[in-house]
């Protein structure tokens, strides 16, 4: 009894390291790769994804310079003004680049030479807009790739899938290693479309808001201003 025992644990000690044999390890593969595996849809989107990374970088640094808010500007401006030194307030503007210089510089010429209330408003917020116009360049093709690149992705998708079944239709081979292996393969472009959509979409929304951010601002300052130059009397500083 013992001695068949021993036979029959002997052959199933066997057996499982034949099936332990022909069992394929497991093949790992690297990111790269992997990404490949998603076909030619992946290079436009690669490409969406390194034009938005670019624009992301670039607005950001415009747009954080330009919306730098220096308090001591508009104290300096109204210290000048009230002394009636147009040109000194006008230097105080000049010693950055920033949008507030900017439309205190269009505000201080033109109520330099004796221009009305109403224009010398309208002017400054003429060159806000302007300024505003600046920090939005590019924004549009962001909200573009925000849809595009999901779009490329699934166009992607479906066009392996399409690609699955008509070669399942010219084998005959239904198997579900097949099947499931080519829509994993395919489905990355989806995915990858997706996350440079959510990326491009999350940044366009960002940046809208720092500007709507300025453009509050912007009034402040603009009425700011327009306090400054007027006289208690209605009369504009000269």
């Known amino acids: 009894m013992n001695f068949f025992l021993q036979i029959t644990n002997d ?4 057996a499982a390291g034949a099936i332990a044999e022909n069992v394929e390890p497991n093949h790992e593969i690297s990111t790269l790769e992997f990404l490949l595996q998603g076909g030619v849809f992946l290079i436009p989107i690669g490409l969406l994804l390194f034009y938005t990374i670019y624009v992301i970088f670039e607005r950001w640094f415009y ?5 730098q808010n220096d308090p001591q500007l508009i104290q300096d401006v109204k210290s000048h003004l009230l002394d009636g030194n ?22 201080i010429l ?16 003429k060159m806000a807009n302007i300024q505003i116009g600046e920090m939005e360049k590019g924004l549009g093709a962001l909200g573009l790739i925000a849809g595009i690149a999901p779009t490329f992705g ?23 290693g097949n099947i499931s292996g080519g829509l994993y393969e395919k489905m ?17 929304h960002l940046f809208n808001g720092r500007i709507d ?7 402040k300052l603009v009425l700011e201003f327009i306090n400054i130059i007027q006289r208690p009397n209605g009369n504009k500083t000269k």
């Open 213 to 219: 951010k300025y453009a509050l601002q912007t009034q």
């Open 154 to 176: 699934f166009v992607g998708t479906i066009s392996g899938v399409i690609k699955i079944f008509y070669s399942i239709s010219i084998s005959e081979d239904i198997s579900i």
């Open 110 to 125: 033109t109520a330099g030479v004796g221009r009305p209330i109403g224009e010398i408003e309208s002017n400054m917020e």
């Open 63 to 67: 747009i954080s310079k330009a919306t």
């Open 188 to 204: 990355i472009s989806s995915a990858a479309g997706l996350i440079v959509g959510i990326i491009a979409y999350s940044a366009y």
């Open 11 to 14: 052959t199933l000690t066997q």
């Open 86 to 107: 147009i040109q000194l307030a006008v230097a105080s503007t000049q010693r950055d680049t920033t949008a507030n210089s900017k439309v205190l510089k269009e505000g």
